[in-house]
Every structure is written in structure tokens, then in C-alpha cells.
């Protein structure tokens, strides 16, 4: 919790007040039993109307200063809660953008919805509660103990007994509830994890009937973060009845031995009641801090998981280099003995992979599934460092260069289509915001996504979230078109005409060679149709390559290729014809 405090720091001051607010209101709770006991002893026991009506309205001007001083109070907590929560949750999405996606795998992506959703909130809930309540227990408690010392010291003593017991309670329940709300927090992540996956992959699922397997694998997670949640609400739900036990144990001797006085004549019946309110405030005041302190217990682990994200330094770094000494004459991509495992995998994706690649060159990367294509697309642009081996980047290695420079040169057209909510001239911006019109245009056209985008509407036709509202071949059309509009050096097709149908893909095609003069163009592909024309083309198998070559050379001298080409080329060839 600490590590988040500096988040607090501009709101200081709310946090000075928020608590001074509340220890005002406490001090005129303090002293309304004081005010009963002199209405009891000299109004009510004497019959004296003028003293009786005396404190009734200073009771009453001590309620009523109390509540004002008690809505600051929470005013100033809540805007300070709400304002480091605003301050943490802006860092951490920061925090979490400068991780690679070798670092997002680690951290896996359900953990991090949870960082940024239930336990920032639980954070903010944490410091809310301590902001108005922390400081203003104790000093109830003490003062309370205090006040009755002025009393009476004998029976004071009673009080002491019960507050050190009471602390020794709280103690020990908190330093064995914060493991078992961390276990409850992770059985957490795996749930978030579960209810992701079925959601992304909704439609594979029910295509293979595994609805009951799922329902099936989701309870048996949610059965044991039910179980982890009840063995820490166990827990805790120890303060409340144990807190009740112990004070009511001391009202009741409390109220004897006061009595006892009374009869003696040492204690007056009002000074009974007054010690009887305090104990009651000291119940009433303990009750909220075992509730505190469960609460703080989950805001201490919130704010330790947060923490760990925070912490977790980005395994990737850029150099300072924006291209201002660039090397020229030397391939503009070169690979030299490059390979890439992911994370604790046994096996490479990539193996020993070497080549050059100048500008404006186009090459096709072709293979089957899981052969190292969209590997390639990571190394690329650099979302993964090479294992091993050097990627360099006009003739130095990629390391060097900074994060702005390398995006500002490459481009990548995912296999997945992403299109984000809003019209489809905000999903075009996105690679150039200083596009103009009849850029756009060019671009739909070019990607042949321009019919379909006149027919929706034009460019302000709205996009829904995902792209729920265009079908899998407009949205990759709509991708594509944004990579043209933005102008780069290079630009990465990674399988993002699959969805498209042959004759349509031959029109991109055709376009896309007067696309962007100078302009490196990386396709990679699983059919022969999408690559055949490229300037050189290198054909993957099980992560190494294999081949390398034009169509018509791999076609001769490469098993692999010719295989692809003759599963899937038929049906090229026949269009082609058409």
C-alpha cells in the first residue's frame, strides 16, 4: 500500500481534513454522555425544568454540529478515495501499455482486468474507509477510556482490560486473514480467465457442442473460489461476535459493580449511565474498526497485487536512435541466424532464420499452420526480441532504435481484423490522423472495401464495437485500407485476405502493386494465390524456412511450396480464367 501512496499527493490536504473532520465529530460525541449524566443527576433527579430544557438543546446543538462535521468529512474522503483511485488506475493502464507482449503473457490478461476493475476499486474502498474511520475509532475508544477515568478510575479499569483484549483480538484475526484473501483474490483471476476464454470463443463452442464441459469447468473454478472466499469470510466474520461477546461481558460488569457504588453512594446514577455510553461507544466504535479492518485487509491485498503489476519493468527497451543516421545501401530488414521461443516453451517458433529484405521490395512468407508466419509479424515489429540471433533495422540492430521511430515505420494488418467503436473515418484516422478525404477514398478503393463503405453510409457510417456490424471480409477490407492510409515504409499483411474470396483478392492485388511507390510490402499467406507475384518469396515449416525463391524457382526446387500451391492454386487458376 505504501508504493500507491504517492498517488494521495494531490490530495493532501483532503486527507488532513477528512480525518480532523471526523475526530471533531467524535470529540462532540465524547462529550454528550458527560452532558446526560448532569441532565440526569441535576435536572431530572433535582426536577429542575430550566436545566433539563438547558441540555436538551445542547444536546441537540452537539447533534447537529456532529452531523455537519461527519458529511465534510466523508465529502473529503470520498473525493480523495475517487481521486487516487482515478491517479492509480491512469498509471497502471499507462504501466500496462509499455509492457511487451511477452510481459502480457506473463502477467495473462484476466489478471489484469482484475487489477484495473475489483481490486482498484477495493483499493479505493480501502483508503475511504481508513480516511474516515482509522483515525476516529481510536480516538473514540481512547477517549471513551479517558473520559471514564474522570469518572470513576476503578471502574475505568474495566475498560483498559476490555480495549487491550479487544486490540489482541483484532491482531490476530487480521494477520490470518490477509494470506486467505490473497488465495480468494487469485481464485478470482481464474474465474475472470474462464468467463474470457467462453466469451471469446462462444461460437467454436457451441459449433462443438462443449457448452457442458465449459458450465462444467467454470463451476469447478467458481467452487473453489467459493471455497477460498468462505475460509476468509470465516475469518473475519470472527470480529464481529467476538467484539460483541467481549464488550457485553464488560456492560454487564460494568453495570453491576456501578451499581454496587451507586448504593454506597460513591457513584451517582447519572455517572453510571455516562460510563454505560462510553462502553456502548467503545462497542459501537470497535464494531466499525473489526469492519475496517476487513475492509483494509482486502484494500492491503488489492493494493499489493497492483503494486506487483506496477513493478513488473518492461522486459523490452528502446534505444534513442529516430533514424537520423540510418545506414544507406544496406537492406532495409535484414535477419541473421534469428530465433524466437515464447516464454517457457520447449520448442522454437522460429529456428535459424536468416534473410534481407530491401525497400520497396515485395515478399510473400507462406507456410501452414504453425509454421512461424506470424512470428515473423512479432519480430517485425518488434512485439517479441529475438531469442536468439540479430533483427536489424537499416543495417543496425532494431534495439537501437526508439518505440516511436519503429512504429512510425511499420505497419501491420493482423490476421484478426480490429475495428474499434465509433464510424469508419475513425477507424481510417487511426493510422494517420492528418488523412484527408481523398486519401481515404484511395485507400477504400485500393483494399476494395469502397462499395460496401458508400453503401453503409460513407465515412461517417458507424462501426460498432468489434465491428459487430460488418461481416469477417469487410472488416479485413476496412484494416487494410487503414495500413494504405497510413502511409508507412513498410507495411505487414499477416493472413488479413483469408477471408476474402478470390476474385476479390486478385483486385487487391492488382491494386496494391501501384500502392505507395518505394513502399516495402510484407504479405504473408497460407495460399499461393496471395504471393505468387512477390519479388522473393520464403516458405516456413515447422518454424524454420524451408525455401526461398520466386513462384515459378520454388515451384522446381520446393517440395513444401508445391504442395500449398497445388492444394489451393486450382482454384486461383481458375479464376483467373473466369
Known sequence: MKKLLRYLKKYILQCILAPLFKMLEASFELIVPLVIAALIDDGIGSGNTGIIMQKVVVLFVLAFVGMVAAITAQYFAAKAAIGFATNVRSALFSHMMSLSAADADKLTTSTMINRMTTDINQAQTGVNMFLRLFLRSPFVVFGAMIMAFTIDVKEALIFLAVIIVLFLVVAVITAANIPALKIAQGKLDNITRVVRENLMGVRTLRAFRLEKKEIEDFDSVNKNYVIAGKHAGAISALLNPVTYLIINLAIAVLIYTGGLQVRTGTLSTGQVIALYNY????????????????????????????????????????????????????????????????????????????????????????????????????????????????????????????????????????????????????????????????????????????????????????????????????????????????????????????????????????????????????????????????????????????????????????????????????????????
Open 279 to 578: 462502553m456502548s461507544q467503545i462497542l459501537v466504535e470497535l464494531v466499525k474498526l473489526s469492519n475496517l479492518v476487513v475492509t483494509l485487509n482486502k484494500g492491503v491485498t488489492a493494493a499489493g497485487r497492483i503494486s506487483d503489476v506496477l513493478q513488473t519493468s518492461p522486459s523490452m527497451v528502446y534505444g534513442k536512435s529516430n533514424g537520423d543516421d540510418v545506414i544507406k545501401g544496406v537492406p532495409q530488414i535484414e535477419f541473421e541466424n534469428v530465433s524466437l521461443t515464447y516464454g517457457d516453451a520447449k520448442e522454437a517458433a522460429l529456428m535459424n532464420v536468416s534473410l534481407q529484405i530491401y525497400a520497396g521490395q515485395t515478399i510473400g512468407i507462406i507456410g501452414g499452420t504453425g509454421s512461424g508466419k506470424s512470428s515473423m509479424v512479432n519480430l517485425f515489429t518488434r512485439q517479441y526480441d529475438a531469442t536468439s540471433g540479430s533483427v536489424r533495422f537499416y543495417g543496425k540492430d532494431i534495439k537501437d532504435y526508439s518505440k516511436e521511430y519503429i512504429n512510425s515505420k511499420v505497419c501491420a494488418v493482423l490476421q484478426k481484423a480490429v475495428l474499434i467503436k465509433g464510424t469508419i473515418e475513425d477507424n481510417l484516422r487511426m493510422g494517420n490522423k492528418n488523412c484527408t478525404n481523398e486519401e481515404m477514398i484511395t485507400a477504400l478503393k485500393a483494399a476494395q472495401a469502397y462499395d460496401f463503405v458508400c453503401e453503409k453510409g460513407g465515412l461517417s457510417a458507424a462501426v460498432e464495437q468489434d465491428g459487430r456490424n460488418f461481416s469477417g471480409g469487410q472488416r479485413q477490407r476496412l484494416s487494410i485500407a487503414r495500413a494504405i492510409v497510413a502511409h508507412h515504409d513498410i507495411v505487414l499483411f499477416d493472413d488479413s485476405t483469408s477471408a476474402l474470396d478470390y476474385v476479390t483478392e486478385r483486385a487487391f492485388r492488382q491494386a496494391l502493386e501501384n500502392v505507395g511507390e518505394g513502399v516495402t510490402k510484407i504479405i504473408i499467406s497460407q495460399r499461393t494465390s496471395s504471393i505468387m507475384n512477390a519479388d522473393m518469396i520464403l516458405v516456413f515449416e515447422d518454424g524454420e524456412m524451408v525455401g526461398v525463391g520466386t513462384h515459378e524457382e520454388l515451384l522446381n526446387n520446393c517440395e513444401v511450396y508445391k504442395e500449398i500451391h497445388n492444394s489451393a492454386g486450382r482454384q486461383y487458376e481458375e479464376v483467373q480464367t473466369v
